[in-house]
């Protein structure tokens, strides 16, 4: 009986193992075909997802998302602009005041910027941008980031009850294999967490 219950145990564990792998490559398949999604919906507002900044400037995956929402701006698809992101470390200036200092310098002005300096991980760039649309009185938003990134932000935007679209960065800095296929990885792991532990 006991070796039937240590056969039975590992059985179950493959088992296991088995769902597991097949709901993550699920996902992973998802997360890709969502990064094709694409809106110039004319919205409100676009918020863009924070990124890294180093001596103070803006990281080249920044720059893509920044640019990307100065687009849609001077294309009048939307009126605002929202940039998210705090302090990493060691840094004396918020990433989203680095991002509005770099979009002031493309010409965009300063009366349609806006900005929150608390937020560190993507979903409270989210819950901070809600707080900027409810006090504005903005409804309607286009999410900015890399298209890996679209999947579990657009999930995360619609549970802070965001009436948003995806609008994806037309180009993005993860060309290559490599670095796509981490990004990729990255994205169905928590995405996949998130969705077992119910927060997107």
Same mark, same amino acid.
């Given at each position: 009986?006991?070796?039937?219950? #240590?056969?039975?145990?590992?059985?179950?564990?493959?088992?296991?193992?088995?769902?597991?792998?097949?709901?993550?490559?699920?996902?992973?398949?998802?997360?890709?075909?969502?990064?094709?999604?694409?809106?110039?919906?004319?919205? %409100?507002?676009?918020?863009?997802?924070?990124?890294? =900044?180093?001596?103070?400037?803006?990281?080249?995956?920044?720059?893509?998302?920044?640019?990307?929402?100065?687009?849609?701006?001077?294309?009048? &698809?939307? =009126?605002? $602009? &929202?940039?998210?992101?705090?302090?990493?470390?060691?840094?004396?200036?918020? %990433?989203?005041?680095?991002?509005?200092?770099?979009?002031?310098?493309?010409? &965009?002005?300063?009366? %349609?910027?806006? $900005?929150?300096? #608390?937020?560190? +991980?993507?979903?409270?760039?989210?819950? *901070?941008?809600? $707080?900027?649309?409810?006090?504005?009185?903005?409804?309607?938003?286009?999410?900015?980031?890399?298209?890996?990134?679209?999947?579990?932000?657009?999930?995360?935007?619609?549970? *802070?009850? $965001?009436?948003?679209?995806?609008?994806?960065?037309?180009?993005?800095?993860?060309?290559? +294999?490599?670095?796509?296929?981490?990004?990729?990885?990255?994205?169905?792991?928590?995405?996949?967490?998130?969705?077992?532990?119910?927060?997107?």
């Amino acid at each position: 009986m006991f070796s039937t219950f #240590k056969i039975n145990k590992k059985r179950l564990l493959s088992v296991f193992g088995l769902i597991v792998g097949l709901y993550f490559s699920a996902n992973l398949i998802r997360i890709y075909n969502f990064s094709f999604q694409y809106s110039e919906t004319k919205s %409100d507002v676009a918020i863009v997802l924070g990124a890294s =900044t180093k001596n103070n400037e803006v990281s080249p995956i920044f720059k893509e998302r920044i640019n990307h929402s100065i687009y849609l701006y001077e294309s009048k &698809i939307v =009126t605002k $602009i &929202i940039f998210t992101g705090g302090y990493g470390k060691g840094q004396n200036i918020s %990433d989203s005041e680095l991002a509005k200092k770099y979009a002031l310098k493309k010409g &965009i002005p300063s009366k %349609d910027i806006l $900005i929150e300096k #608390k937020s560190r +991980f993507t979903i409270e760039n989210l819950i *901070q941008a809600k $707080i900027i649309m409810d006090s504005c009185n903005l409804v309607s938003a286009l999410i900015v980031s890399d298209p890996l990134h679209m999947k579990r932000s657009i999930a995360l935007a619609k549970n *802070q009850h $965001i009436e948003c679209k995806s609008s994806p960065t037309k180009t993005t800095m993860y060309k290559s +294999f490599g670095p796509k296929t981490k990004s990729l990885f990255y994205e169905a792991l928590f995405f996949s967490l998130g969705q077992l532990t119910g927060k997107n």
